[in-house]
C-alpha cells in the first residue's frame, strides 16, 4: 500500500471527523434535538434575510453565525455554586472572567469573518439578536454542545459521503470502487455548500484548538505516554501533538494564529484545497474512529445508510442469501451506484454488523457521558469525552 500524503492523511480525518458526528446525529435522535435545531436553522435564516447579503456570502454568514451562538451559550458555569466558598477567586469574578473571554472569542471570530467579506458588527449584532430568543430556555442543555458540528450533520444528513466524494472528484483520494466521477448541476451545488461548510468548520475547530492561548502560556510540559496504543496512527498523532506543543511553548510570539479557508480559492480547485490541508496538518490532529486507512470508507458510508433505513423502518431486513432485494443492503446498494461508486449489497452486510458492534457502541457512549453530565463547559475545551469513547472496547 502506498504511503499516503500530508493532504490525503488530513482529508481522511475531516471525513472521519465529520463521520462521527453524522452518527451521533442519528444516535442522538430526539423530538426535542429535532424541534430546537430546526427552530434555530429558521433563527438564523430569518436573521440573515433582514440583511442586504449576497448569495454567495449566505453559507458563509450562516456558518459563524452559528459559530457565534456556540461561543456564547457554552458559558462553563461550575455544577456546585459552593464549590467557590474554599477557593481565591469569588464566583462572581470566576463569572466575569467567562463572560470576557465569551466577548473576546466572539471578537475573534467576527474579525475572521471579516476576512470572509462579512460585516463584523452584523455578525456580532446577530448572535445577540438570535440568542436573546426564549426559545434557548426550552431544551436541554446538552444540544448546545459542539452546537456547529451537530447543527452541520441536523442540517446536511450524512455529510460525509458528500464529502468523500468531494475529495474523490477533486482527485486528492481515489478509490477503486469509484471508477468514474457522476455529477448532476443539483449534486454539484448541494455537494459545494457541505464542503464549504465543513471546510469552515474545520476552521472553527482550528480556532477552539487554538484558543486557549489567549490566555495560557505554557512553561513547562508533562508528556503522558499510554502504555500502548489502539493504533499507529494514535502513536503518530501524539508524536504530531507533542512536537507542535513543544514548538509553541519555544515560540516566542504566542498570539493567536489560525489558518484560515477561502471558499472560492478552494471549492474547485485541487491545488488550492491541497495547500489548506499540507498547511493544517500539524493542527488538525484527529484520532479516527472509523477507518484508519483510506480503504473501506465507502462501505462504512454504506453502513451509516442502512442504519437510516432501520431508524425509519424497523422491520425492514438487511440482507438475506435467498432473495435480498428491497432489503436495506440491496437498496443502500443502488443508491450508491447511482452516485458512481461500486459496491456489493453483501460486503455492506458485513461491514454494518462490524460497525454496530463496536463503533456505534463508543458513539452512544459519547451521547450517554454528554447526557450525564451535569454542567455546560466552554465552547473551546478538549473533548475528552470523545477521546474516552475511542478506548471503549464494547463487550
Not at 214 to 231: C, S, Y
Amino acid at each position: 500500500m502506498a504511503k499516503l500524503k500530508k493532504e490525503q492523511n488530513v482529508a481522511l480525518d475531516i471525513i472521519d471527523f465529520i463521520h462521527f458526528f453524522d452518527v451521533y446525529n442519528l444516535v442522538s435522535l430526539s423530538d426535542d434535538k429535532n424541534e430546537f435545531y430546526d427552530l434555530l436553522l429558521d433563527l438564523i435564516d430569518t436573521e440573515i434575510k433582514s440583511h442586504t447579503i449576497n448569495i454567495d456570502s449566505y453559507h458563509i454568514l450562516k456558518h459563524y453565525l452559528i459559530c457565534g451562538i456556540e461561543i456564547v451559550l457554552n458559558k462553563f458555569e461550575h455544577p456546585d455554586p459552593d464549590s467557590y466558598e474554599n477557593c481565591s477567586i469569588s464566583k462572581e469574578t470566576a463569572d466575569k472572567v467567562h463572560e470576557h473571554d465569551i466577548h473576546f472569542s466572539l471578537a475573534l471570530l467576527s474579525i475572521m469573518a471579516e476576512q470572509k467579506g462579512i460585516d463584523k458588527n452584523i455578525l456580532i449584532e446577530s448572535v445577540s439578536n438570535i440568542v436573546s430568543n426564549k426559545i434557548f430556555k426550552k431544551y436541554p442543555l446538552h444540544l448546545y454542545y459542539r452546537l456547529a458540528n451537530q447543527l452541520l450533520c441536523h442540517e446536511y444528513i450524512v455529510a460525509s459521503f458528500y464529502i468523500y466524494k468531494k475529495f474523490l472528484d477533486l482527485e486528492i483520494l481515489t478509490s477503486s470502487k469509484y471508477p468514474e466521477s457522476k455529477i448532476t448541476s443539483e449534486d454539484h451545488n448541494k455537494s459545494n455548500d457541505i464542503f464549504t461548510r465543513v471546510c469552515l468548520l474545520i476552521e472553527f475547530e482550528l480556532y477552539r484548538r487554538s484558543s486557549r492561548k489567549k490566555i495560557i502560556k505554557e512553561d513547562k510540559i508533562t508528556l503522558h505516554i499510554p502504555q500502548k496504543f489502539a493504533t499507529n496512527v494514535h502513536k503518530d498523532n501524539l508524536i504530531r501533538y507533542y512536537k507542535k506543543l513543544i514548538d509553541n511553548v519555544f515560540n516566542q510570539d504566542n498570539s493567536l494564529k489560525v489558518i484560515m479557508f477561502f471558499p472560492s480559492k478552494c471549492i474547485d480547485s485541487r491545488e488550492n484545497l491541497e495547500r489548506f490541508l499540507t498547511d493544517i496538518y500539524d493542527d488538525f490532529i484527529h484520532n479516527r474512529m472509523f477507518v484508519k486507512n483510506h480503504i473501506g470508507w465507502i462501505s462504512t458510508l454504506g453502513a451509516l445508510h442502512i442504519q437510516m433505513y432501520k431508524e425509519a423502518q424497523e422491520d425492514i431486513s438487511i440482507y438475506s442469501t435467498l432473495n435480498n432485494e428491497d432489503n436495506a443492503s440491496d437498496l443502500v446498494s443502488r443508491i450508491f451506484k447511482n452516485y458512481g461508486f461500486w459496491i456489493s449489497s453483501k460486503n455492506l452486510y458485513i461491514h454494518y454488523k462490524k460497525l454496530r458492534k463496536i463503533h456505534y457502541k463508543q458513539v452512544e457512549e459519547y451521547h450517554r457521558n454528554i447526557m450525564n453530565f451535569p454542567t455546560l463547559l466552554g465552547w473551546d475545551n478538549t473533548d475528552h469525552l470523545y477521546n474516552f469513547s475511542l478506548k471503549l472496547i464494547p463487550s
